[in-house]
């Protein structure tokens, strides 16, 4: 009976950490930007490693620490499903001429470049 009852408190406690570590992950993993900005793309430009940098007609004249001269999708921020769709939205309105939304950090989080990260695309 005891053994039982260990085993389940063990079973207990490593399901709470479980939980405590996954709640920890999420909340420092989560991407959060703070500003927006819309645009029509004007230069796309994408690299083999997986890296998009893109030109707004607005472009911003600076962002904080970041170079401002490109707006960068960072493949080792994002997922490759995530940096595929967004790269897909981006040439649907470069070749249609259309505006874009984008999210990013206008405090100066840059891409692995030095560009400005983008947390969004729409």
Same mark, same amino acid.
């Given at each position: ?47 083999? *490693?997986? !890296? ?11 962002? #904080? =620490? /970041?170079? $401002?001269?490109? &707006? ?20 649907? *309105?470069? !070749? ?11 405090? #100066? =989080? /840059?891409? $692995?470049?030095? &560009? ?7």
């Amino acid at each position: 009976m005891l053994k039982l009852m260990l085993r389940r408190r063990g079973a207990f406690l490593s399901a709470l950490m479980t939980a405590f570590v996954g709640i920890a992950v999420m909340s420092t993993a989560s991407a959060t930007y703070n500003s927006n900005i819309g645009g029509m793309p004007t230069s796309v430009i994408s690299y083999e *490693a997986g !890296t998009v940098l893109f030109i707004l007609d607005s472009q911003p004249a600076s962002n #904080g =620490a /970041c170079n $401002a001269g490109y &707006f960068e999708i960072d493949p080792t921020n994002s997922s490759d499903a995530v940096v595929a769709r967004m790269y897909a939205r981006l040439l649907v *309105a470069y !070749t249609q001429q259309q505006g874009v939304q984008i999210g990013y950090d206008n405090t #100066g =989080a /840059c891409g $692995a470049l030095g &560009f400005i990260h983008v947390y969004r695309v729409g």
